[in-house]
């Protein structure tokens, strides 16, 4: 029996003030594509480029072109370009301010910082790292752990708890990985118990061939 697809909602396009509703949320989009191409970021992603010697070719002699690398400014290891980000060390948007509050124009500045602000982070997918966040996917839990007890704050009040919530996000982390280590292990004990097993089958399966 084929399952029908549900009929996607439509979504509105306009706000009950006549607004696009995707409208902040693309120029948004758009400002941070454009940072893409400001000298600054350019500047970071250079400083922190290191130049290896060229991969073997399959004859074993070496290539013409050096290995170019990224040096993560957290753990320090070297990652290619489509494994880091540049990230912004003070966020764009401030912990304890809504971003619905924020002008364009404090958007603006923020995105495009100066070149002490920004820092080169390795960005490797939890899929592809054994189930543990990157350096930047760290930065970005940690952001969102102390946004969602600093938003609305006064600047003054939400500066001094910061320090106590770091603390607090070190041992929400560390829990987290040891439940991902946990889970990640328990995959590769099924997989190893699976392949047992099918390596069994094989060998009767054999067994009886020979038999006959």
């Known amino acids: 029996m084929v399952k029908k697809k549900k009929p996607k909602k439509d979504k509105p396009l306009y ?3 006549g607004n696009w509703v995707e409208e902040r949320g693309r120029i948004k989009g758009a400002i941070r594509r454009a940072f893409r191409l400001a000298p600054q970021m350019k500047e970071t992603l250079q400083a ?3 130049e290896l010697s060229p991969a073997l070719k399959k004859d074993g002699t070496p290539g ?4 170019v690398r990224y040096r ?3 753990c320090e290891e070297l990652f290619s370009q489509k494994r880091v980000q540049v ?3 003070s966020t764009v948007v401030p912990l304890w301010k809504p971003e ?3 002008t364009y124009d404090e958007t603006i500045r923020g995105v495009f910082c100066k070149k002490d602000n920004l820092q080169v982070l390795c960005s490797t997918p939890m899929s592809k790292n054994n189930g543990l966040p990157s350096c930047h996917q760290k930065k970005t839990n940690e952001e969102k752990f102390m946004r969602g007890r600093l938003v609305g704050l006064s600047e003054d009040l939400a500066k001094s708890k910061m320090p106590e919530l770091k603390k607090e996000f070190v041992i929400y982390q560390a829990e987290k990985e040891e439940k991902a280590k946990a889970k990640n292990q328990r995959k590769l004990d099924r997989d190893a118990k699976m392949a047992k097993r ?3 089958l094989e060998k009767d399966t054999n067994v ?3 038999k006959k």
């Open 48 to 50: 922190a480029r290191v």
């Open 64 to 67: 013409k072109r050096p290995r």
């Open 15 to 17: 706000d009950e003030n």
């Open 87 to 89: 990230d912004h060390i």
């Open 198 to 200: 099918l390596l069994e």
């Open 100 to 102: 619905a509050q924020m």
């Open 208 to 210: 009886k061939r020979t």
């Open 72 to 74: 993560c400014a957290h």
